[in-house]
């Protein structure tokens, strides 16, 4: 038989693990808003691109065939001679005549933006012009 | 360009060598003036600018009148291409007109490339479903970039 007594008990002890368990979900959440913002703050460089580059507070030095990449904190003498890349890779869809002035023209266009959209999600898409 | 506009620019590769160019420059300049759309003509190939770096082209003549391409395709095109070449005409250099190029700036950045090579007038219902499909396409797009 459960007293009145014992579901009283039963609630207050559910109630404060339930708060303990929220502050434990919320510092959770913080850790991983704050490694996405490490992230982000180095940012991608162009594959073509050979030399120093700007991401944030920090210098990147990139070689391409050697597959070296260094950073080291940027130091006000050296502003002037680095260029800063704000690179955006567009999406380009190569089509011909006849695929646009065919009647299923629309159908193919959204098949090549989703498949391009989930290239994008994944990070697959290489550099395609030369 | 603030942050949170957007615009289509539209461009023609275009030769005057080339007798399907000015055709298609009359039909698109029409939808672009009608749309209130950039349209740019750019002149390429031997008659175009050589202060201009040529990093547009290459991408689209990849591999077009390339000997070795040609083979897998058309044996015989293949045969001709090699004739051009003893006589002393390389037609590796060439590069096919017209090419249209749609540009999508977004949010203050350059988001889509949509590239159409070739032109065929010849064949009149195709080109009307063309320039229907292009026109209809330049504008969905410009509302899409005005929206945001």
């Given at each position: 038989m459960t007293s009145v007594f014992d579901i009283a008990v039963y609630y207050i002890i559910k109630s404060l693990i339930d708060v303990i368990e929220s502050f434990r979900a919320k510092r959770r959440v913080r850790g991983k808003w704050q490694k996405e913002e490490r992230r982000e703050r180095v ?78 999600k994944r ?8 | ?148």
């Amino acid at each position: 038989m459960t007293s009145v007594f014992d579901i009283a008990v039963y609630y207050i002890i559910k109630s404060l693990i339930d708060v303990i368990e929220s502050f434990r979900a919320k510092r959770r959440v913080r850790g991983k808003w704050q490694k996405e913002e490490r992230r982000e703050r180095v940012r991608y460089v162009p594959p073509d691109y050979l030399g120093f580059v700007r991401c944030g507070d920090r210098v990147r030095f990139y070689n391409r065939a050697t597959r070296i990449t260094l950073d080291f904190p940027l130091v006000g003498s050296l502003e002037g001679q680095i260029t800063t890349v704000n690179y955006n890779q567009p999406t380009r869809f190569l089509v011909t005549f006849t695929d646009v002035a065919s009647e299923n023209w629309y159908e193919t266009f959204r098949h090549l933006y989703e498949m391009a959209s989930r290239l994008v999600k994944r990070g697959e898409r290489r550099h395609e012009e030369r | 360009m603030r942050r949170g506009e957007g615009v289509v620019i539209v461009t023609l590769q275009y030769s005057p060598n080339c007798k399907r160019c000015p055709y298609l420059e009359r039909l698109v300049r029409r939808i672009c003036e009608d749309l209130r759309i950039p349209f740019v003509v750019e002149r390429i190939g031997s008659v175009g600018d050589p202060r201009k770096p040529l990093i547009r082209i290459p991408f689209v003549a990849q591999d077009t009148f390339r000997v070795e391409k040609a083979r897998e395709i058309d044996p015989q095109g293949a045969v001709y291409l090699e004739r051009l070449r003893e006589l002393g005409f390389n037609p590796e250099r060439e590069i096919p007109t017209p090419v249209l190029i749609i540009d999508v700036h977004k949010r203050g950045k350059f988001f889509d490339r949509i590239i159409i090579r070739g032109f065929d007038p010849s064949d009149r219902e195709k080109v009307r479903s063309f320039i229907e499909n292009l026109g209809s396409l330049l504008e969905s797009l410009k509302e899409v970039v005005m929206s945001e």
